[in-house]
């Protein structure tokens, strides 16, 4: 009959939502009742504003009469009819029922009554947090409080002699929300004793925490309008949150997190406290925010406190109700690894059923002067101030030193104006005038002599006008030792004086280097790019196209040099090296170089016998310098080349446009030891070979070294596809990049024509 009532009442809500008849309302209720999986009087009491509590708690009795009851709170129109309802649903008969609210500061406020005296009402109005009776018990230990007779009562409560529920038995539970959060507490009252249920000692718990629970919800609804959760928290309303916001001081929220949340058998107290709302301004030793402690425990966050024993004192806070004001205290926490310490005063006071935590920090101004004259020393600046009523100044210790003056906080002008050199005290005096009639900041460099020799100092200053700003009571600025800039500014003078001139000399020397090279290789500087050169083969029907380029860099001009030349017989001489370093020296070896490798080649000796008598040649005079080179000598006649290497890159060899990189012959390079020997590679030609020889300067670049750079250049002559031994040799150019921004680039090519026939000149 009772879950009757609660699921005809559903039907009526329904009704009046949905404007059907009661058998179409039934039937929404059985559809939501299938979808939900849930018992019919489940949904029924869902609807009604109250859900079902916990089956295994309560028997199916005791859960019909908590439907009920649900249904019946539910249309509860005040606080009092709140609690004649509880009265009325309440195990046994109840002769009276109190609801009271958790307040802010930890008290209990009456907010419905059932069968008490309107006297004792008005005297209990407000209960604080200190007074001991069941209602703060219930709320401070967090669970049901029974006395089932007055002499127990009497035995925990010696001191209430008139107490607020009469009656024989009292129950006080606290009123909780779903997370736990205690906002008030509920005690019910009956005239005789009530024994405990043997068979089922934990029924009238269960039942009467379910009716607590319906209750609160009842309360909630009632005072939805006026009460208000800030950041999660009950007793305020919504201006709650902004006032705390609005505070420059952090303050924390803190929930109690008792014994029975880690182990559900153990003692009932609390053990810890839980972050449930932190204001704007809140900011820790870690430099956590609000946002980071919310949600955390308080040993968690601070176990420095526990060290302490701040912590115990702000657990004392919460369970005696009387609030804790700590000194200012050193308190010291682990912050990524390192310790850290501030100077701080911590306050504590009871709020709702936890403790609202602030505290201020008392080292931020320390800090910030400690900053300041720490900048103020290494920046050699100093502050001052002049009252113009007194003639008083006073200043900072660096103000003192940097005017060479005994230090003190006190400045008199007369001894300030004369260690002023003499030359600049006008423009001083004329700044001062400026600011004293025009009332604008004036900025002034002097010199003062002091035991140290001379410095140069800036100085800037305001005035501070009295009220209407027609009258100037005081002069402010600061003073800085610029000496050292000074002294920068000409170190920078004269090392731009210095560069200037190597700069010169640099280039003076890359343009005689520049002028050797055009005049040995006889390449002219007015051509663009890459810079050609006309040369006489042996055989006229030989096609021959070079290329050099120096380096991008003028310091980085290089000894790189080649030659193509026709010989007695009618052979031809091909040879490219490269000697090591830059500038004139490097010059003036590619230029001994080449000339004696040109002559030796007159006397019609092979290559690799050229090659011996350089290296000999260089070893012999101790040359301050190594190189490597290829000599090549071809034949017309066989169209034979024959070749020769130190050290060098090895040729490319291009036949029917598929290039191949040749093996070279040993050879060490020129000027590393007197004994080396040379090997010769001979070569036989085909109509329309091309033979690539060229100077690391092509293939070695600053981000890749030789082998990739060789790579690049095998794909650079595959991809030209026209039988132009000049356009070949630009496009390779192009395709490397040059100018290299480090070295030269030679690049020398050699064509057979196609039309070639053996014999000398072309005959057979």
């Known amino acids: 009959m009772r879950s009757r009532g609660v699921i005809e009442q559903a039907k009526g809500l329904l009704m009046a939502r949905l404007g059907c008849g009661p058998d179409e309302a039934f039937r929404q209720l059985s559809e939501m009742s299938q979808q939900a999986n849930m018992k019919l009087v489940e949904i029924a009491a869902g609807l009604l504003g109250a859900a079902a509590p916990p089956e295994p708690a309560l028997s199916g009795e005791e859960a019909g009469r908590v439907h009920l009851a649900a249904s019946e709170l539910a249309t509860a129109s005040s606080a009092d009819d709140v609690a004649r309802l509880c009265a009325e649903s309440a195990p046994g008969t109840a002769s009276a029922v109190v609801l009271a609210s958790l307040e802010p500061d930890g008290a209990l406020a009456l907010v419905g009554t059932h069968g008490v005296p309107a006297q004792r009402v008005s005297q209990w109005q407000r209960i604080p947090p200190q007074a001991r009776m069941p209602l703060t018990d219930a709320v401070r230990h967090g669970r049901a409080v029974w006395f089932r007779d007055r002499a127990s009562f009497t035995a925990s409560y010696p001191h209430l002699a008139a107490p607020l529920l009469p009656g024989e038995s009292v129950c006080a539970v606290p009123l909780t929300d779903e997370d736990g959060t205690t906002h008030g507490a509920l005690a019910v009252a009956w005239p005789g004793p009530v024994p405990q249920d043997a068979a089922d000692p934990a029924g009238q718990d269960a039942y009467v925490h379910a009716l607590a629970g319906l209750a609160g919800r009842a309360l909630r609804r009632l005072t939805a309008s006026a009460e208000q959760r800030p950041g999660g928290l009950r007793g305020g309303a919504l201006w709650f949150r902004a006032v705390l916001d609005g505070l420059m001081d952090a303050v924390l929220i803190l929930t109690p997190v008792r014994a029975r949340e880690d182990a559900p058998d153990g003692p009932d107290h609390v053990v810890d406290f839980r972050v449930v709302f932190a204001n704007s301004a809140t900011v820790d030793l870690a430099g956590r925010t609000g946002e980071d402690l919310v949600g955390r425990r308080m040993t968690e966050l601070y176990p420095g406190m526990v060290v302490s024993g701040v912590f115990d004192r702000v657990l004392e806070a919460h369970t005696t109700g009387l609030p804790y004001a700590g000194d200012a205290e050193q308190f010291t926490e682990v912050v990524a690894g390192a310790l850290r310490a501030s100077t701080m005063t911590l306050r504590a006071a009871p709020f709702l059923d936890g403790v609202l935590l602030t505290w201020r920090l008392h080292d931020e101004d320390e800090r910030q002067a400690a900053q300041l004259a720490q900048a103020q020393r290494l920046a050699r600046l100093g502050t001052w101030q002049f009252d113009v009523g007194t003639g008083d100044a006073v200043c900072s210790p660096e103000v003192a030193a940097i005017l060479g003056l005994t230090a003190g906080g006190v400045l008199e002008p007369t001894a300030v104006e004369a260690v002023i050199d003499t030359d600049d005290r006008p423009a001083v005096r004329a700044a001062l005038a400026e600011i004293m009639r025009e009332h604008r900041p004036q900025t002034v460099e002097f010199r003062v002599r002091g035991a140290e020799g001379q410095r140069s100092v800036l100085a800037a200053a305001e005035a501070v006008c009295g009220p209407g700003g027609a009258e100037v009571i005081a002069l402010r600025g600061v003073l800085q030792d610029v000496s050292d800039r000074h002294h920068a500014q000409a170190a920078l003078a004269d090392a731009r004086d210095r560069l200037a001139e190597e700069r010169a000399r640099t280039a003076a020397q890359h343009e005689a280097v520049r002028r050797l090279q055009s005049a040995i290789l006889g390449t002219p500087d007015s051509a663009p790019g890459g810079l050609s050169h006309e040369t006489r083969p042996g055989d006229p029907r030989l096609r021959v196209a070079t290329r050099y380029v120096p380096a991008r860099t003028d310091a980085q001009v290089g000894g790189d040099w080649y030659d193509a030349i026709g010989l007695p017989g009618g052979s031809t001489l091909i040879a490219i090296g490269d000697v090591s370093g830059h500038g004139m020296p490097a010059a003036a070896g590619m230029a001994q170089l080449r000339h004696a490798l040109r002559g030796m080649a007159y006397t019609g000796a092979e290559p690799a016998q050229v090659l011996t008598w350089l290296n000999q040649m260089i070893c012999h005079q101790q040359a301050d310098y190594i190189a490597t080179a290829i000599c ?57 070979d091309v033979v690539l020889m060229y100077t690391d300067g092509l293939v070695a670049h600053r981000r890749e070294d030789v082998g990739r750079g060789m790579s690049h250049l095998v794909r650079a002559v595959r991809e030209y596809e026209d039988d132009d031994l000049d356009g070949l040799v630009d496009h390779v150019m192009r395709r490397s990049g040059a100018p290299n921004p480090r070295d030269d680039t030679c690049l020398v090519g050699i064509q057979v024509p196609r039309t070639a026939a053996r014999g000398p000149h072309g005959s057979s």
Do not use: K
């Open 632 to 688: 090549a000598r071809l034949n017309p006649a066989t169209w034979s080349l024959t070749w020769a290497q130190a050290g060098h890159l090895p040729p490319l060899l291009v036949r029917d446009r598929v290039p191949r990189v040749l093996q070279p012959p040993y050879g060490m390079v020129l000027g590393a030891a007197p004994e080396a020997a040379y090997a010769a590679g001979v070569l036989e030609l085909a109509p329309g």
